[in-house]
């Protein structure tokens, strides 16, 4: 069992910056694959980014690419989302999401949300214009 407790969110403006962080515990080990995911109200959960913890090898959603970073500290166990330049559309309840059977190659490529067991609460990200 893995549990993830995602924290960092909150309300900014347009062009500004959060870092959301997600920590993991449990029967965690040194290579799995974590990721983000995000849902808007009225919209489908959409995947953000993934990393696998051992190499560090991330993925982005072409949305996110080049405004946020995906990162994991080994030593802390969690998993952080660097988010600048955001955009009103940007707005939703980000997740944190884990699985310690995805392979690397698919991780690489960014799991499906079907594809994850263990999931967090969900952090809210508001981005006024």
């Known amino acids: 069992q893995v549990y993830l407790v995602e924290s960092g969110g909150g309300s900014v403006q347009a062009g500004g910056s959060l870092r959301l962080s997600c920590a993991a515990s449990?029967?965690?080990?040194?290579?799995?694959?974590m990721g983000w995911f995000r849902q808007a109200p009225g919209k489908e959960r959409e995947k953000v980014a993934s990393?696998?913890?051992?190499?560090?090898?991330?993925y982005y959603a072409d949305s996110v690419k080049g405004r946020f970073t995906i990162s994991h500290d080994n030593a802390k166990n969690t998993m952080y989302l660097q988010m600048n330049s955001l955009k009103p559309e940007d707005t939703a309840m980000y997740y944190c999401?884990?699985?310690?059977?995805?392979?690397?190659?698919?991780?690489?490529?960014?799991?499906?949300?079907?594809?994850?067991?263990?999931w967090g609460q969900g952090t809210q990200v508001t981005v006024s214009s």
């Open positions: 999401a884990a699985d310690l059977s995805i392979f690397e190659s698919v991780c690489y490529s960014g799991p499906l949300e079907y594809e994850y067991k263990y």
């Open positions: 990393i696998y913890t051992r190499d560090g090898i991330s």
């Open positions: 449990g029967d965690t080990y040194s290579g799995y694959c």
